[in-house]
């Protein structure tokens, strides 16, 4: 039952990213695209839902049982984020979102394993500062800051988020046995970026 509610908590967050998502395709201003992808995190920070590369981060910091929900928390968000791409598609703004995703997934799919890696781990270094930020910044505006620079920061440099492409590659219609293996590269990019920075931190400390 811990896991259903987890699966669940994970999909809502996958929707959020979502409409991130959808707000960074909309825009013609990458900048401004940037800023309102925020709103995907903000929610599931205020919400307090479950997203994997949040969740990642802190791995390390919990039990058994913690790191067992990340692979239910992934697929919650694949489900989020398809589900969302899905119905988005059936309106009339899907026809641009697609458009606009596809040329983005294009140039993620023709990267080299190597750069998606580098990119996914960069991404969630930028993550843990967005999401720890906000949760241990002594006041509102810092953050804030965190949560909305953390974000802009690593969209605006093109670092590759999981959660974010499966979105892409679900209204895109972009998947294939290769995007698969892309987005498990980034994922475990992303990983590592998430304890990484840390662990590192962690050991500066000490």
Known sequence: MDRIKVFLSA????VCIALGGTAFLSLESKLAGALFFTVGLFVIC???LHLFT?????????????????????????AGTFLA??????????????EKAA?????????????VFVLA????????????????????????????LGVAVFILCGFEHCVANMYY???ASAWS??????????????????????????????
Not at 121 to 143: K, Q, S, T, W
Request: aromatic content about 12%; proline content about 4%; some cysteine.
């Open 103 to 115: 040329a983005l997934c294009r140039t993620k799919l023709a990267d080299g394993p190597l750069s």
């Open 11 to 14: 999909l809502l967050a996958g």
């Open 85 to 98: 791409a899905q119905a988005l598609l059936l309106t009339r703004v899907g026809p641009a979102l697609a």
């Open 169 to 171: 590659f679900s209204v």
């Open 54 to 78: 949040g969740k990642v981060c802190y791995v390390f910091d919990r039990d058994l049982s913690y790191a067992l929900d990340l692979p239910f928390i992934w697929l919650g968000n694949l």
């Open 121 to 148: 781990v960069f991404c969630n270094v930028m993550i843990y500062i967005a999401v720890e930020g906000f949760a241990a910044a002594p006041h509102d505006l810092g953050r804030y800051l965190a949560l909305f």
């Open 177 to 206: 046995g290769k995007t698969l293996v892309w987005l498990l590269l980034m994922t475990a990019g992303n990983a590592v970026g998430g304890v990484l920075f840390p662990l590192l931190r962690r050991a500066s400390r000490s």
């Open 46 to 48: 205020l919400f307090k």
